[in-house]
């Protein structure tokens, strides 16, 4: 298989691809299981492969989790296997996956590092450096299984280095022996800043606009959930138990935790909602109690008036009445922001206002911004590393390391007190003005 594909049938023309299907056990338990297929030219699959089975999650343990699934890595593996065997197969002399060499391993990533995406720009570092750490895994857990038959050997993937962890403390590790060279971009990454003043209109704005939606950004804003999270969030009633669960001291809600400890099945028709990225019981940042609630109790009215299939009660539904999936969730929110947030701040006769709205011409703003924005919340109000990990309901504390580095310039741009944030916010009696 090589570029020669183009010339054949579309029957005849393979290439590696994810494919990932829901289950649900008898109890509601969600999981997901994806594969690594071959699919030809008209997207139907041909062959299922065994490959996805390298692909290293919690390979040489003796338990694995049930929602366990490497589909992320699947990508990055499948992005190697039609690069090296499918489009220059036949140049490298590849024929099968056993073939592949650590030269071959060393052209993909460069490439990978150095093609523009479809959509422009670059692959950040991150990316790219994900990417290798996980194809180069792929490959030595092939060489461990099968030995003399692959040609490449973990020896030749790996070099042991010594690296100082932010503690200070140093610590030997396995490190990919490859160094892609890419193309440095000063805004590598989503464009996701929002100053405070902007989330004080975008909020009263969802409640008119976005109604189905507005407690959604809620949850990512004074929360931290991230957008497939907000779609696995359930209502207080579900027969998996409350989604939401409420401490009250003196008849005040002092604390709100919100159960995303497992992903369950929320529409009769199994279709995929949004995954969980760190199961966990996620609390509400205290600041942000107040007004939560008050976007809580304007989504339980919204609530009433809206269809949704009862037996799942899912927090968020869509306009069939099924529970909402992360990408309708997404193209709600872009719209919010182009159609009328956007507009909206153009036409403002304060400046700031409008130079952020040029900024939104240039740069989509994606539902992580909400995400970033709770972040930057936390280092300017004073939180530690374990905190703002706590608080986010990260893995590792890497996230939370990267945005203290930065909190001097988060200071100087985003400062503001807790005291004209929250009352902006509460006063969500009043409409945003008309367009």
Request: aromatic share 12%; proline share 4%; charged share 25%.
């Amino acid at each position: 298989m090589d570029k020669e594909q183009n010339y054949l049938a579309p029957e005849r023309m393979m290439r590696y691809a994810v494919f990932s299907i829901r289950n649900s056990l008898e109890n509601g338990i969600s999981y997901r299981r994806s594969f690594i297929v071959l699919k030809n030219g008209y997207g139907m699959i041909v062959r299922f492969t065994r490959l996805e089975d390298y692909a290293g999650i919690y390979s040489g343990r003796t338990y694995k989790p049930l929602q366990a699934d490497p589909e992320p890595k699947l990508h990055f593996i499948c992005g190697m296997l039609n690069y090296v065997i499918v489009e220059n197969g036949k140049r490298l002399g590849v024929k099968h996956v056993f073939d592949i060499t650590k030269p071959m391993l060393e052209e993909y990533f460069n490439s990978y590092a150095m093609t523009e995406k479809p959509e422009g720009g670059y692959h950040k570092e991150s990316t790219v450096v994900t990417c290798i750490a996980d194809v180069t895994a792929f490959m030595a857990n092939l060489s461990r299984k099968f030995g003399g038959f692959v040609k490449v050997t973990r020896d030749e993937l790996y070099v042991e280095k010594t690296i100082r962890l932010h503690t200070g403390k140093l610590e030997v590790r396995h490190i990919p022996d490859f160094q892609a060279t890419g193309i440095f971009e000063e805004n590598d990454g989503p464009f996701r800043d929002m100053p405070s003043r902007v989330m004080e209109i975008l909020i009263p704005m969802a409640k008119k606009y976005a109604p189905d939606i507005a407690f959604g950004i809620a949850l990512q804003a004074f929360a931290g959930l991230r957008a497939g999270e907000v779609c696995n969030v359930r209502q207080e009633g579900s027969k998996y138990g409350p989604g939401l669960r409420f401490v009250e001291v003196g008849g005040q809600v002092r604390r709100v935790e919100i159960d995303l400890t497992r992903e369950y099945k929320l529409r009769s028709d199994d279709s995929d909602t949004g995954n969980i990225k760190k199961h966990r019981k996620q609390g509400v940042y205290p600041d942000f109690i107040k007004v939560f609630m008050e976007m809580y109790e304007f989504h339980k009215a919204y609530l009433k008036s809206a269809d949704y299939e009862e037996e799942f009660a899912p927090m968020f539904v869509n306009a069939n009445g099924l529970a909402m999936s992360y990408e309708t969730y997404r193209r709600k929110f872009k719209t919010l922001i182009n159609d009328h947030l956007r507009p909206w701040l153009i036409n403002s006769t304060d400046p700031e206002f409008r130079l952020y709205g040029q900024m939104l011409y240039e740069n989509n703003l994606g539902t992580h911004a909400m995400r970033h924005w709770f972040t930057v919340q936390l280092v300017l109000r004073g939180e530690d590393i374990a905190n703002i990990q706590f608080w986010r309901g990260d893995k590792s504390p890497d996230s939370a390391f990267h945005y203290l580095q930065n909190k001097g310039d988060l200071v100087r741009e985003l400062q503001i007190t807790a005291d004209r944030l929250i009352s902006a916010l509460l006063d969500i009696g009043g409409d945003a003005d008309d367009e």
